[in-house]
C-alpha cells in the first residue's frame, strides 16, 4: 500500500496557498466558477488507427513516426494545447538538454536532428545547452510544417482525454473533448490552474464552445494507442497497471512515496525593452527562498537565454531569457498530482480532471510570478530593472506571461509486460562504456547524470539509492514501452515502464522524442501486420516474434546503436 500524503499536510499546504497568494493573483482566483452553456452536447465518431495521446515531445515524435511509416494508417494526435511539442513548446522549455554523446547528430534520431538543424547555432547564446531558441521559432520552421506534410495526421488541438472504454485486454474507443475559444479575446487569459477543470468538463462554458469525439477503429478492427501525455490520463482511465511516486525502500520495492517526486515548475520569459515600461509586481509567496546560487545576475540571465544580441552574460535591449531556475520558480513544497486512489475516484465518477493537485499547481504559478518580481529586481541596475518585461503572447502563447502547461519531470508510469521497469541499475551496468544492453533495445538515452530536483517536504524522504547520479550512455527496451494489463496499449516519454530513480535520466528531450520514434515505430508494425494477417497484433507478440523486424524498421528512422 503506497505511502500517502498526510491530512496535517494538505492542511499546512493549504493555508500557506491561502497566505502566499498576492493581491493580484488573488483578485483573479476569487471563488471562480465556470458558467456553464445549456447548449446541447455535440458529439462525433471519428475514426482513427493509432491513437497516440499527447502533450508531450514524445508524442509529437510517435505521431510523426507512425503517420511516415504507415501512411495509409490515419494517426490521431490529441494535443492539451495549441503548439505541438510539449517541453519543446507549450511546457516552455527552450534549452535542450543534451548529454555527452547524443547532442552529436549521428546519435540523434533522424527527424529529431532535422529539426535541431533548422535553428541557427544558438540563438541565446545561452550556457545550459548548446541549443536555446523562441518556442515560436521551432513551431513556424520546422513543428507546424512537418505536422502538415502528413496527410494521414489528424491533429485534435486543445483536446484532452474523457473516457476510456476498454473489454478485457483491449482498449475499444476514446472520447475526448475539444474546446474551442468563444471569443479570441479569451485565448489563455488564465492560468492552467484556473483554467484546466474547463478543459475537462464535457460542457461548454462562457470561455469555451466544446465539442465530444467518440475515436474509435475502423470495421473489423483494432486500435493501438499509445499513452504520451503528461500526466498519464490514459493509463489511469482505462485503469492499467502504473505506478506514481518514489519505489522505497529500495528501487526494486513495489511501493511508492506516491505524493512525492520531482519538482515541477511553470517557465516564463523576460523581455529587455528599449524604453521603460510599467510592469506588474507581483508579491513574494512565503514558502520562496529565491536565489541566485552564487551566480552573478547576469550568468542567471544568459543561463536559458532564447534571444541574444550579444555573447556577453549580461542582458541587452532586444534579449529574451528564458527563466526555469532551480532557486527560482521551481516548486517543490508540494507534489501536482493528487494520490492515486483520488485520481481513480475522478474515473469512478466520471468526473476525470487529470488527477491533479490544483493547490499546488496554483502555488507553482504564484512561485512562477514571484520569482519574476524578485529576479526583476536583483539588477542592481534600476535603468534595466525598468526595462524588463514578462514577455507574454508573442513568445510564450499566453496573456498570463507563464507557460500554457507546466513543466514536470516526472509522473504516472506503466508497468510493462512481465512487469517490467526500466531501472537505474539498467543505465549504467554494461559492459564498456555503455548500460545494459537489451536484445528488445529500440531507444537511445543519454545526460550528465540523473537529475532528480528534490521536494522540499519532510515526507518526502528520497531513499539512499538515489544518491548515485552517475550515468552512461544507456539503452531503453521495447518492454518500457508497453502496458502489462492491455494487448493493444503502447507508452513513450514520461509514461514508459520505468522506476522514479530510471525516470530522472530518461526525461529529457532528446530521450524523450527517442521514445517516442520507438513507439510510434511499434503501433505502425503492429497496424501492418495486422493488416496483413487480418488478425490483432498484440504488443506481447511483437516482443515474442517480431522484436527483429521493429529493430530494423527503427533503424530508418533512429539510431539504436552508439557512436563513440
Not at 495509409?72 to 510539449?86: F, K, N, Q, S
Not at 482505462?238 to 519505489?247: V, Y
Not at 532557486?327 to 483520488?342: F, I, K, Q, R, W
Not at 530536483?453 to 524522504?461: F, S, T, Y
Request: net charge negative; aromatic share 14%.
Amino acid at each position: 500500500m503506497a505511502i500517502q500524503q498526510s491530512l496535517k499536510q494538505k492542511i499546512l499546504i493549504g493555508i500557506v496557498f491561502i497566505l502566499s497568494i498576492n493581491s493580484y493573483y488573488c483578485k483573479c482566483f476569487e471563488s471562480e466558477t465556470i458558467k456553464r452553456t445549456k447548449a446541447q452536447i455535440i458529439e462525433t465518431d471519428y475514426y482513427c488507427d493509432i491513437i497516440v495521446a499527447g502533450g508531450s515531445t514524445s508524442a509529437l515524435a510517435t505521431a510523426l513516426a507512425s503517420a511516415r511509416d504507415s501512411p495509409t494508417a490515419i494517426v490521431c494526435l490529441i494535443e492539451p494545447t495549441d503548439w505541438a511539442g510539449g517541453q519543446l513548446t507549450a511546457s516552455a522549455v527552450s534549452a535542450i538538454d543534451f548529454g555527452n554523446y547524443n547532442q552529436y547528430p549521428i546519435n540523434q534520431p533522424f527527424d529529431f536532428a532535422e529539426m535541431m538543424a533548422t535553428i541557427p547555432g544558438n540563438p541565446g547564446a545561452c550556457w545550459v545547452s548548446i541549443k536555446c531558441y523562441e518556442p515560436k521559432f521551432l513551431l513556424d520552421n520546422w513543428i507546424n510544417p512537418t505536422i502538415s506534410s502528413f496527410s494521414n495526421l489528424k491533429v485534435f488541438y486543445m483536446s484532452v482525454f474523457h473516457q476510456v472504454l476498454t473489454n478485457n485486454r483491449i482498449i475499444q474507443s476514446v472520447k475526448i473533448i475539444q474546446r474551442n475559444y468563444i471569443s479570441n479575446d479569451n485565448a489563455w487569459n488564465k492560468t492552467f490552474s484556473r483554467d484546466v477543470n474547463d478543459w475537462y468538463s464535457i460542457n461548454s462554458s462562457s470561455i469555451y464552445q466544446k465539442t465530444i469525439y467518440n475515436l474509435k477503429p475502423f470495421p473489423n478492427k483494432q486500435l493501438i494507442i499509445i499513452d504520451a501525455t503528461e500526466f498519464g490520463d490514459i493509463l489511469v482511465l482505462s485503469d492499467a497497471s502504473f505506478a506514481q511516486g518514489i519505489e522505497s525502500p529500495d528501487e526494486t520495492s513495489w511501493t511508492t512515496i506516491e505524493t512525492c517526486g520531482q519538482q515541477f515548475t511553470y517557465p516564463f520569459y523576460m523581455r529587455v525593452e528599449s524604453n521603460p515600461t510599467k510592469e506588474i509586481t507581483y508579491g513574494l509567496p512565503l514558502l520562496a527562498n529565491y536565489d541566485l546560487e552564487g551566480y552573478s545576475w547576469g550568468m542567471v540571465w544568459s543561463y536559458r537565454r532564447s534571444l541574444a544580441e550579444s555573447q556577453a552574460n549580461d542582458a541587452s535591449i532586444g534579449e529574451i531569457s528564458n527563466q526555469n531556475w532551480g532557486s527560482g520558480n521551481d516548486y517543490g513544497a508540494s507534489y501536482l498530482l493528487l494520490p492515486v486512489s483520488e485520481a481513480k475516484n475522478q474515473v469512478t465518477q466520471n468526473n476525470w480532471q487529470g488527477g491533479l493537485d490544483l493547490i499546488s499547481l496554483n502555488l507553482a504559478e504564484n512561485f512562477a510570478f514571484g520569482w519574476f518580481t524578485w529576479f526583476r529586481n536583483q539588477t542592481n541596475n534600476q535603468t534595466l530593472t525598468n526595462l524588463l518585461t514578462l514577455a507574454k503572447q508573442d513568445v510564450v502563447g499566453t496573456q498570463t506571461g507563464i507557460s500554457k502547461m507546466p513543466y514536470i519531470r516526472d509522473t504516472r508510469r506503466s508497468i510493462g509486460i512481465q512487469d517490467f521497469r526500466l531501472q537505474y541499475n539498467d543505465l549504467i551496468y554494461g559492459d564498456g562504456p555503455t548500460g545494459y544492453q537489451f536484445e528488445d533495445t529500440v531507444a537511445l538515452g543519454d545526460y550528465f547524470y540523473a537529475d532528480t530536483h528534490r521536494m522540499q517536504v519532510k515526507h518526502c524522504d528520497y531513499p539512499d539509492y538515489m544518491n548515485n547520479t552517475t550515468l552512461k550512455p544507456f539503452y531503453i527496451p521495447y518492454r518500457a514501452l508497453t502496458n502489462r494489463d492491455f494487448d493493444n496499449l503502447l507508452v513513450a516519454g514520461k509514461t514508459i515502464a520505468q522506476t522514479f530513480h530510471a525516470n530522472s535520466a530518461t526525461r529529457l528531450h532528446p530521450v524523450e522524442w527517442s521514445t517516442g520514434v520507438a513507439a510510434g515505430c511499434s503501433a505502425s508494425l503492429i497496424f501492418q501486420l495486422s493488416q496483413k494477417s487480418q488478425m490483432n497484433i498484440t504488443t506481447i507478440q511483437i516482443y515474442e516474434n517480431y522484436i527483429n523486424q521493429l529493430q530494423y524498421i527503427i533503424t530508418k528512422y533512429a539510431p539504436i546503436q552508439w557512436t563513440f
